[in-house]
């Protein structure tokens, strides 16, 4: 059984590189070897995919993890739940930042252009980090939680000083919610001469 779990993890590893070398000789030998470059990949993918990812980021990586708890710790699945609601609360923030702007002001004005590149990476930027740190606050909240349930049934008075420090827990997920809507804020007023808040609200 292992000897065929090696295979199988041989076989992916060995496709996955015959494959990213083709894709790399292919680009070299055929004079597109900069868009190989990373800087090449950010500035040419559409601001809509970040943001999107970013939105996306903010709600699955929210949820992973959550730890299922029964009847008997009805306060700690309110806990769990509210790590998924602080993704959810953010995924609908980033939403708002979507406006509509015509393709051709993007290709042609160089300023429309920066600040929809930098809004997008804001955005994505914003999203990865409100999905991380409650992805990591759900884990928190998730152990604790099991914790406060095996103390509980060991000695009932236990369980509110556990609940205590799963309030805590919880709190580093509201830390990354705030981090997530002032990074937020600050891509709707940024500034693409100065990167500095004050400019006009981002188009997209």
């Known amino acids: 059984m292992m000897s065929m779990r090696y295979q199988l993890t041989y076989t992916a590893s060995a496709l996955t590189t015959s494959v990213l070398t083709i894709f790399v ?18 500035n040419n993918v559409s601001p809509y995919m970040w943001a999107s990812i970013g939105i996306g980021l903010a709600v699955a990586l929210s949820v992973v993890g959550a730890a299922i708890i029964k009847t008997k710790n009805l306060i700690s699945i309110i806990f769990c739940e509210a790590v998924a609601i602080y993704g959810l609360i953010m995924a609908i923030v980033l939403s708002s930042s979507f406006k509509e702007f015509k393709i051709e002001e993007y290709n042609n004005n160089h300023q429309v252009y920066q600040k929809n590149q930098m809004g997008s990476h804001i955005i994505f930027g914003s999203g990865i980090t409100v999905g991380f740190v409650n992805l990591l606050c759900g884990i928190c909240v998730g152990i604790v939680g099991s914790g406060a349930a095996l103390a509980d049934a060991a000695n009932a008075q236990l369980f509110v000083k556990i609940l205590i420090v799963e309030i805590f827990g919880s709190a580093i997920g509201l830390f990354g919610l705030i981090v997530g809507v002032y990074l937020t804020v600050f891509s709707e007023n940024v500034d693409v001469n100065t990167q500095q808040p004050g400019y006009a609200k981002l188009l997209f």
């Open 25 to 42: 000789l292919y680009y070299m030998l055929t004079g597109k070897g900069e868009q190989i470059s990373i800087a090449w990949f950010l």
